[in-house]
């Protein structure tokens, strides 16, 4: 098993930054990719940003330019750097892991962008 916990989020205005962070514990040996997932009310849970253990990195394109995933693997942990936030943005973002297979969520952090 893998247990991940997030920290950061919060209120921010719009154009704002906010840096979220996720440590994994567990089983970490062979984690292959950890990264970013978001769900607004009323919508689907998506794609917000993933890193591999090879520091390839996948963004959505709603976030292209304004988001930086960000990994150590001596910490275990991986960072998601947030500036130019749009109200849009507003959603409980999850941290992901994907060890041999399987995928493991954090509990959610609330990112809200409001003036």
């Known amino acids: 098993q893998v247990q991940l916990v997030e920290s950061g989020g919060g209120l921010v205005q719009p154009g704002g930054s906010l840096g979220l962070s996720c440590a994994a514990s567990g089983r970490i040996f062979s984690i292959y990719a950890m990264g970013w997932y978001r769900q607004a009310p009323g919508k689907q849970r998506e794609l917000v940003a993933t890193?591999?253990?090879?520091?390839?990195?996948n963004y959505a394109d709603s976030v292209k330019g304004r988001f930086t995933i960000s990994r150590d693997n001596a910490k275990n942990t991986v960072y998601l750097g947030m500036r130019s936030l749009k109200p849009e943005d507003t959603a409980v973002y999850y941290c992901?892991?994907?060890?041999?297979?399987?995928?493991?969520w954090g509990q959610g952090t609330q990112v809200t962008v409001s003036s």
């Open positions: 890193i591999t253990s090879g520091d390839m990195t």
């Open positions: 992901y892991a994907n060890r041999r297979g399987v995928d493991y």
